[in-house]
């Protein structure tokens, strides 16, 4: 199976500030039809985990553009450029071009 | 708009069975997959399977293989996980998330259940 390993597992943040998590694959997550496969996942205390980017880098509908998405191959960010409260969580990626489909363990973004 | 409304919670003793449904509703359900994905209590995410609702066909994780049964009712817009030979290990809240109806790289799960707590306890 492919590895998500996340960094770091727990990020304390001021409000206002920024945050970024990182998130790196064992193996290269470039498909055969030349895209990667590559989500971001945002779960709040006690909510179902919720999208907010798909395929590296496209910011889903309704989610603040504050959150971005980038990276290539093996590595991947995400980054939030001023953090609010609602902004705390478990912030997870996820590969799908591998089967089978593995996630990050999870970082948990809390407030300072 | 899209809903996918989950079973409620679920006790069982370990080595007997769970069966979780999956009411979807708001899009042509049978143009979509569903996805299971299991969390363990203050753990993360994990996969177990894919079904698609436009023909049926699945693809389970290696882990729970051969213990899991993912199937479809397209009359009522209905997906179905069942898990079989219950153990400790497999508390968690159950969720599923709406997937694309062909399995490849691309995972849509935009839309998700509220989560099924199943617990295994003697």
């Known amino acids: 199976d492919v590895v998500m390993t996340q960094s770091p597992l727990s990020l304390p943040v001021t409000l206002g500030q920024p945050a970024s998590i990182s998130c790196r694959s064992s193996q290269s997550l470039v498909y055969s039809d030349g895209n990667t496969y590559l989500n971001w996942f945002q779960q709040r205390p006690g909510q179902s985990p919720r999208r907010l980017i798909y395929?590296?880098?496209n910011r889903d509908s309704g989610v603040p553009d504050r959150f971005s998405g980038s990276g290539s191959g093996t590595d991947f960010t995400l980054k939030i450029s001023r953090v609010e409260a609602e902004d705390v969580g478990v912030y997870y990626c996820?590969?799908?071009?591998?089967?089978?489909?593995?996630f990050g363990q999870g970082t948990k973004v809390e407030i300072k | 708009q899209v809903h996918l409304v989950q079973s409620g919670a679920e006790v069982k003793k370990p080595g007997a069975s769970v069966k979780v449904s999956c009411q979807a509703s708001?899009?042509?359900?049978?143009?979509?997959?569903i996805s299971w994905v299991r969390q363990a209590p203050g753990q993360g995410l994990e996969w177990m399977g894919w079904?698609?609702?436009?023909?049926?066909?699945?693809n389970y994780s290696p882990k729970i293989q051969g213990r899991v049964t993912m199937t479809t009712d397209t009359s009522t817009g209905t997906a179905y996980m069942e898990l079989r030979s219950l153990r400790s290990d497999d508390t968690a809240v159950y969720y599923c998330a709406r997937d694309l109806w062909l399995l490849g790289g691309d995972h849509e799960l935009y839309y998700w259940g509220q989560g099924t707590l199943v617990t295994v306890s003697s």
């Open positions: 996820m590969q799908g071009t591998h089967w089978p489909m593995t």
């Open positions: 395929k590296v880098s």
């Open positions: 079904i698609s609702a436009h023909d049926g066909n699945t």
């Open positions: 708001g899009y042509t359900f049978t143009s979509y997959g």
